[in-house]
T-cell receptor, first 109, second 112 residues
Framework: KNEVEQSPQNLTAQEGEFITINCSYSVGISALHWLQQHPGGGIVSLFMLSSGKKKHGRLIATINIQEKHSSLHITASHPRDSAVYIC???????????FGSGTQLTVLP | DAGITQSPRHKVTETGTPVTLRCHQTENHRYMYWYRQDPGHGLRLIHYSYGVKDTDKGEVSDGYSVSRSKTEDFLLTLESATSSQTSVYFCAIGGEGDQPQHFGDGTRLSIL
């Protein structure tokens, strides 16, 4: 069993829809990260959180430490949100990351 | 920008040749990391560094060595490249306290 599980693996939505991507983890962590990777490869950090909820524009990330679960929500989705979203957890003395397998999101106009 | 550059960005080489990838930062971060990304496996940690001359192994360190002789540079070496090391390699910096890791643009390495 992977230490970090993401779902769904693939998600297609219509522009304007509310989107949720889920992440579960099985290890002790210092923080949970949501990353975005567009075609062509660059990886961008969206959120780093260890409790509660964070919001940036149309993106919201939540974490439930007791349940070892996090969600990434995108409100009013747009085609430019199409990307791979990756959940990762940091642990260890050097905060090294362990990654989920990613969610390929396609938002259709 | 996070002040991290990887070189080269693309490389094609033959099995058995040595290959060195460079990660350079201008942010003075203590921690630096090398990851590889493969279809079906996602991103995995190869090696990391927690200071000059201080490095440790990650999940997939076999066949790789690293060196960090100064804060700015973290080198990843494939002593004798194999086809299974064809991958996209990402360097990252940061990770201290409340800081997220910032990733380089990646190096696409093909070993024929």
């Amino acid at each position: 069993k992977n230490e970090v599980e993401q779902s769904p693996q693939n998600l297609t939505a219509q522009e304007g829809e509310f989107i949720t991507i889920n992440c579960s983890y099985s290890v002790g962590i210092s923080a949970l990260h949501w990353l975005q990777q567009h075609p062509g490869g660059g990886i961008v950090s969206l959120f780093m959180l260890s409790s509660g909820k964070k919001k940036h524009g149309r993106l919201i990330a939540t974490i439930n430490i007791q349940e070892k679960h996090s969600s990434l929500h995108i409100t009013a989705s747009h085609p430019r949100d199409s990307a791979v979203y990756i959940c990762a957890v940091s642990s260890g003395s050097a905060r090294q990351l362990t990654f989920g397998s990613g969610t390929q999101l396609t938002v259709l106009p | 920008d996070a002040g991290i550059t990887q070189s080269p960005r693309h490389k094609v080489t033959e099995t058995g040749t040595p290959v060195t990838l460079r990660c350079h930062q201008t942010e003075n971060h203590r921690y630096m990391y090398w990851y590889r990304q493969d279809p079906g496996h996602g991103l995995r940690l190869i090696h990391y560094s927690y200071g000059v001359k201080d490095t440790d192994k990650g999940e997939v360190s076999d066949g790789y060595s690293v060196s960090r002789s100064k804060t700015e540079d973290f080198l990843l070496t494939l002593e004798s490249a194999t086809s299974s090391q064809t991958s996209v390699y990402f360097c990252a910096i940061g990770g201290e306290g409340d800081q997220p890791q910032h990733f380089g643009d990646g190096t696409r390495l093909s070993i024929l």
